[in-house]
């Protein structure tokens, strides 16, 4: 059996970045073992976010359960499945989040994760464009630069956000986040910064790394209360690998917890319905799962030229191709949404509760992200940090069927009213008057939706996930939690997970930065014997 000294599980957003720091030395012996192939001809392109969104070979297109809170829908949950995980084909919004959220983490008893722990952190992984101010950072592996797109439409919805009185912020990531804002996003020169890019390109040149792709982590290798390697499927066949000093899960929100329950950790009455041999009950795995669920709401324009619905159809398309290849920019260059607002829905609140992401197009179908025939325009809400918590568990032995997902989004009355709240307040955007000139009817939900309840129920009907699944191997110290501070999973020796399955509570904000973060912190824990 092939030997290393730490096998880490999942290329993605945290196990990229955790495998370069961790062969930085050039000593220590590692093996990645990655479920997806080791790229996508799109996966450098930004607008693979559209292109791949749905795509069975870079994607695991989960679905979730249906559940009465959202209509009893099936509601795609797409993750990446390639080298780089989901940052290959995620929206490329780069978002921090808040002080307070780590500060949050500290104080539950995760010490060593509040912000001044994790600041550094951020600083280091950032090539920002405008960083190396001691704020931001620069000359890090991750490529980050703000939209440069220029857009009419652009002004008349910063101009409509003061009117409706909300500020404008020049680095939502440095001291506040609040505000109306251009995006940062993990794009370099008008290509994508995936963790694949960025982290693993350099560190595969290292002799002491091992990258095995299309290689399905099957279980854990235990040994009583130890965890000593992988098991993994390629090409049909069954192998395993042996860390002579520690696996690192970080195979995502979705698959971590999954990997636990078939290897015989979790929940033994989960373990025992899926004729599981209970190795090491851990009650809290796959629970404690958050969220974001996204609301839009949907205009004509009725100038045609300032909505991508129209500069990226037809022959126009091919415009956009010309100026994509011929300077990195136009539509095929943008992240997911080139605004962000971070708003408060009531004043008292110490910093903001929702995000919305404003986009200069409309779309047909939110599954496929299919562009309308005509010129429109789109803003999403989510509320920042939900309080819903929902769960991921197997629902049968076999490895290759994906674990019932259940968000419970909306189950909190706090989620509901801020969700209600976030949607008025995107209308008091679109409908202030520096709009005027832009904007023509709201055809999605459009009027008739009005009250507090149309308007939630509209939101059970039509809202989908803004990707961001994490907590389902929660980090803390009670029994509510699967790994302490040092990540290492309670109970179990040689076994630590690093990704977004980790978080405490939501990030404010996308998740693709924390995640990464998270790999990096996991790399000086290992590497620091902690
Ligand atoms: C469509 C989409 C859009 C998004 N948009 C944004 C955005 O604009 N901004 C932002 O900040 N965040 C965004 N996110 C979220 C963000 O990308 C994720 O939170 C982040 O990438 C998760 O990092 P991770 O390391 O936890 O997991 P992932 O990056 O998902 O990595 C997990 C890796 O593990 C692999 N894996 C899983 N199971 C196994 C197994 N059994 N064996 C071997 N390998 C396995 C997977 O294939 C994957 O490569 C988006 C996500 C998606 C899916």
Redesign the pocket.
């Known amino acids: 059996m092939a030997s290393f000294d730490y096998i880490i ?7 990229a970045a955790l495998a370069y720091r961790l062969t930085e030395d050039g000593k220590s012996r590692v093996l990645l ?4 192939p080791a790229s996508h001809p799109y996966s450098r392109l930004p607008i693979s ?1 559209g292109l791949l ?1 749905d795509n069975p070979t870079a ?2 297109r989960f679905q979730s359960e249906p559940e009465p809170g959202t209509a009893n829908r099936r509601i795609p949950v ?10 290959s ?7 921090r989040g808040q002080h307070l959220d780590y500060d949050t983490w500290a104080q539950l008893g995760n010490r060593g994760w509040s912000w001044q722990d994790v600041e550094p952190l951020f600083r280091r992984m950032e090539n920002y464009e405008k960083g190396g101010d001691g704020v931001r950072g620069s000359g890090g592996p991750l490529g980050v630069s703000e939209v440069g797109d220029q857009n009419p439409l652009y002004d008349a919805l910063f101009a409509a956000a003061v009117a409706a009185g909300y500020k404008r912020n020049p680095d939502y990531n440095g001291a506040d986040q609040e505000g109306i804002v251009k995006t940062q996003a ?1 794009i370099w020169r008008g290509r994508r910064m995936s ?1 694949a890019h960025c982290y693993l390109r350099p560190a595969m040149g290292r002799a002491n790394l091992q990258v095995i792709t299309e ?4 279980h854990l290798l235990l040994e009583g209360k130890k965890c000593v390697g992988v098991a ?1 499927r390629r090409d049909g066949q069954l192998s395993e690998a042996r860390a002579e000093r520690e696996v690192v899960l ?7 917890p ?2 636990l329950e078939l290897s015989g950790v979790g929940r033994p009455d989960i373990l025992q319905a899926n004729g599981i041999e209970v190795r090491h009950a851990l009650p809290a795995v796959g629970e404690n799962l958050r969220d974001h669920i996204n609301a839009r709401i949907q205009w004509r324009l009725k100038v045609p030229h300032v909505s991508y619905n129209v500069k990226a159809r037809g022959i126009n398309l091919v415009g956009q191709v010309i100026k994509y290849l011929a300077t990195g920019g136009g539509f095929l260059s943008l ?2 949404a080139p605004l962000l607002a971070f708003l408060k829905t009531r004043p008292e609140l110490a910093t903001p509760d929702v995000q919305m992401h404003l986009v200069p197009y409309a779309i047909k179908d939110p599954k496929r992200r299919k562009l309308q025939d005509f010129p429109g325009m789109t803003i999403g809400c989510y509320q920042l940090r939900p309080e819903s918590l929902g769960s991921i568990h197997i629902q049968s032995p076999d ?1 290759s069927l994906q674990p019932a997902i259940r968000f419970n989004f909306l189950g909190d009355p706090l989620d509901r009213q801020t969700m209600v709240a976030g949607f008025r307040m995107i209308r008091r955007i679109a409908n202030a008057a520096p709009m005027d000139p832009f904007r023509d009817d709201e055809f999605s939900p459009g009027t008739g939706i009005e009250s507090d309840d149309e308007i939630l129920s509209w939101i059970r009907q039509n809202s989908e996930t ?5 907590g389902t191997c929660r980090m803390g110290s009670g029994p509510n939690s699967v790994v302490d501070r040092n990540l290492k999973v309670h109970g179990l020796e040689g076994l630590r997970i690093a ?3 980790i978080c405490p509570t939501m990030p404010s ?8 973060m ?2 990096e912190k996991a790399a000086d824990m290992i590497r620091s014997g902690g």
């Open positions: 599980v999942g290329a993605g957003s945290a196990g073992v990655e479920a997806g976010f969104i994607n695991w797409p993750r990446g499945k390639m080298l780089g995980g989901s940052s084909i995620n929206g490329l919004v780069y978002v993990t963790t290689a399905v982590t099957e993994y970080c195979a995502g929100g979705v698959s971590s999954q990997i992240p997911s490895p803004a990707y961001h699944p994490i990704d977004g399955s904000g996308n998740t693709n930065a924390p995640c990464i998270i790999g």
